[in-house]
Nanobody, 116 residues
Framework: QVQLVESGGGSVQPGGSLRLSCVASGRFFGLFHVYTLSWYRQAPGKQRELVAGISQTGTNYADSAKGRFTISRDNAKTSVYLQMTSLKPEDTAVYFC????????WGPGTQVTVSS
């Protein structure tokens, strides 16, 4: 089993920045670097949506995240990060980390609130 724990959420004013971190631990199926790592978010009353993902072949972003968010990973630390800048109120959500290698593993999430 793989366990994921997110951190770095909080409250920030519009235009501000936050850096989310997610650390993976446990028994990996294969090496950690083969896992596709992603950040999803879920706002109240809405479905969970993909924000950004990173794999061995590259990165992908939701249109809403392009130009503002950057996903990165440190395989030595079994971690994935999401640098968020120019935050908007509509970015308010619980952000979840996902690790995928044949199946999905999820963290419990971290709250991000963007409000003046």
């Amino acid at each position: 089993q793989v366990q994921l724990v997110e951190s770095g959420g909080g409250s920030v004013q519009p235009g501000g920045s936050l850096r989310l971190s997610c650390v993976a631990s446990g028994r990996f199926f294969g090496l950690f670097h083969v896992y596709t790592l992603s950040w999803y978010r879920q706002a109240p009353g809405k479905q969970r949506e993909l924000v950004a993902g990173i794999s061995q072949t590259g990165t992908n972003y939701a249109d809403s995240a392009k130009g503002r968010f950057t996903i990165s990973r440190d395989n030595a630390k079994t971690s994935v990060y999401l640098q968020m800048t120019s935050l908007k109120p509509e970015d308010t959500a619980v952000y979840f980390c996902d690790a995928r290698n044949g199946r999905d593993y999820w963290g419990p999430g971290t709250q991000v609130t963007v409000s003046s």
